[in-house]
């Protein structure tokens, strides 16, 4: 089975806080993808990787970058947390894209 | 462009009836269409995929939808609910050969005992 994990399921940090989200898969996938889901929002695409040092952004990239050092970890770095930045964090995973594999979650409160 | 909206934030069944959780979908493209599954605390799983081979797909769980490209549209059902199927359901479209997916806002199903 696929497993990917994320570093903390609780994190509580105060703003203008550095905020590291880490992502680890097992499956040796080329693809990994950060999201944030918000209710009645569905999930929204922060930034994906096809490789290793390669980043995109995705959707709603503001306020947040990655770096992917090693194939099989992929990180979130909230350069200076705010208020908005309060919500669900999910890590996903893929060798192919349209197929991914999603962690348990970060829920991450910014005070 | 693409999008997919979920017709209703939350539907509520009682055990045994049958489920509809719906979804309409836009694209420009042929596109890929997914329903993920989220229970509580848990991440997101893959329910079922239509990638334009047949257009009614079985997922897991007793889980079906059926693509229907006259109405855009792409209906999750199952025949008989169960207690376990109490969870949050997203509608998914990609274009085929695309690699980003758009979720929709997601459908709460509860179950009613």
């Known amino acids: 089975d696929v497993k990917v994990t994320q570093s903390s399921r609780y994190l509580v940090k105060r703003t203008g806080e550095k905020v590291f989200l880490e992502c680890v898969q097992d499956m040796d996938h080329e693809n990994m993808f950060w999201y944030r889901q918000d209710p009645g929002l569905g999930l929204r695409l922060i930034y994906f990787s096809y490789d290793v040092k390669m980043k995109e952004k995705g959707d709603i990239p503001e306020g947040y970058s990655v770096s992917r050092e090693k194939k099989e970890r992929f990180s979130l770095i909230l350069e200076s947390a705010s208020t908005n930045q309060t919500s669900m964090y999910l890590c996903?995973?893929?060798?192919?894209?349209?197929?991914?594999?999603f962690g348990p979650g970060t829920r991450l409160t910014v005070t | 462009a693409q999008s997919v909206t979920q017709l209703d934030s939350h539907v509520s069944v009682s055990e045994g009836t049958p489920v509809l959780l719906r979804c309409n979908y836009s694209s420009s493209y042929s596109p890929s269409l997914f329903w993920y599954v989220q229970h509580p605390n848990k991440g997101l799983q893959l329910l079922l995929k239509?990638?334009?081979?047949?257009?009614l797909v079985k997922g897991i769980n007793g889980f079906e939808a059926e693509f229907k490209k006259s109405e855009t549209s792409f209906h999750l059902t199952k025949p008989s609910a169960h207690m376990s199927d109490a969870a949050e359901y997203f509608c998914v479209v990609t274009p085929f050969g695309n690699e980003k997916l758009t979720f929709g806002t997601g459908t709460r199903l509860t179950i009613i005992p």
């Open positions: 996903a995973s893929s060798s192919d894209p349209r197929e991914q594999y």
């Open positions: 239509y990638t334009s081979a047949a257009t």
